[in-house]
C-alpha cells in the first residue's frame, strides 16, 4: 500500500517570502500521479498543483511549485512571494494509475503567514 | 456551475440514531467517493463508486454504507453512529477515465458530531 508522509505539521513564513513543504511517498508503481491540496479555514479541499510522475519536468502554477524528485520519492510544494491568503492548512496526496482512483492522503501542514 | 454538493454541512447527532448525508454532483461523472478527515490522520477513503449500482469498500468502512442509485447521488448512510464516527466528511467525483486531466472534486465538507 502506498504510503504519504508530511514531516512539518507547521511551518511559517514571513509574508513575501519564500516558503518549501516537505512530502515524501513511499510505492512500488512507477506511474502514479501527486497533487497538493489547500484547505483554507472554510475547510474546502482545493486543488493546488498536480504532477505526472512520467514527467521530469517540475509542474508550476503560478507562485506555486513543485520539486518532484522519482528516485528519492520526494513532492515538495515551493510558494513564492508568500501572500496572507495562502494560509491554510496543506495536503501532499497520491493517486495511483491503477485502482479505484483514491487518493492517499498525508497528514497536512500548516501554513502560518506573518505579516 | 460545476459543483459537488452536500448536506447537512453540520450535524449533531447522538449515538444510534440513523443518519444520511447526501452528495449530488451536477458533472456527470462516474466515479465518486466518501473521505472522512480526522486531526493527525488527514483524509481517509471511506468508500467508493465506479458508476450506478457499483460500489466498494475504500480504507475505512466499518460503520458507514452507502447506495448509487442515480449517477449523480452517492449518500453516505451511519446506521447507528457512535461517537468515534465524529469526524469532517467530504464527498468527491470525477470522470472514470484513468486520464491525468481528470482532477477530483470536492464538496464543502459536513462536520459531524456524534454524542
Known amino acids: 500500500a502506498q504510503t504519504v508522509t508530511q514531516s512539518q505539521p507547521e511551518m511559517s513564513v514571513q509574508e513575501a517570502e519564500t516558503v518549501t513543504l516537505s512530502c515524501t511517498y513511499d510505492t512500488s508503481e512507477s506511474d502514479y500521479y501527486l497533487f497538493w491540496y489547500k484547505q483554507p479555514p472554510s475547510r474546502q479541499m482545493i486543488l493546488v498543483i498536480r504532477?505526472?510522475?512520467?514527467?521530469?519536468q517540475n509542474a508550476t502554477e503560478n507562485r506555486f511549485s513543485v520539486n518532484f524528485q522519482k528516485a528519492a520519492k520526494s513532492f515538495s510544494l515551493k510558494i513564492s512571494d508568500s501572500q496572507l491568503g495562502d494560509a491554510a492548512m496543506y495536503f501532499c496526496a497520491y493517486r495511483s494509475v491503477f485502482g479505484n482512483e483514491k487518493l492517499t492522503f498525508g497528514t497536512g501542514t500548516r501554513l502560518t503567514i506573518i505579516p | 456551475e460545476a459543483q459537488v454538493t452536500q448536506n447537512p454541512r453540520y450535524l449533531i447527532t447522538v449515538t444510534g440514531k440513523k443518519l444520511t448525508v447526501t452528495c449530488s454532483q451536477n458533472m456527470n461523472h462516474e466515479y465518486m467517493s466518501w473521505y472522512r478527515q480526522d486531526p493527525g490522520l488527514g483524509l481517509r477513503q471511506i468508500y467508493y463508486?465506479?458508476?450506478?449500482?457499483?460500489?466498494d469498500k475504500g480504507d475505512v468502512p466499518e460503520g458507514y454504507k452507502v447506495s448509487r442509485k442515480e449517477k449523480r447521488n452517492f449518500p453516505l448512510i451511519l446506521e447507528s453512529p457512535s461517537p468515534n464516527q465524529t469526524s469532517l466528511y467530504f464527498c468527491a467525483s470525477s470522470n472514470w477515465t484513468r486520464g491525468f486531466q481528470e482532477t477530483q472534486y470536492f464538496g464543502p465538507g459536513t462536520r459531524l458530531l456524534v454524542l
Open positions: 463508486s465506479m458508476n450506478v449500482e457499483v460500489t
Open positions: 504532477q505526472e510522475a512520467y514527467k521530469q
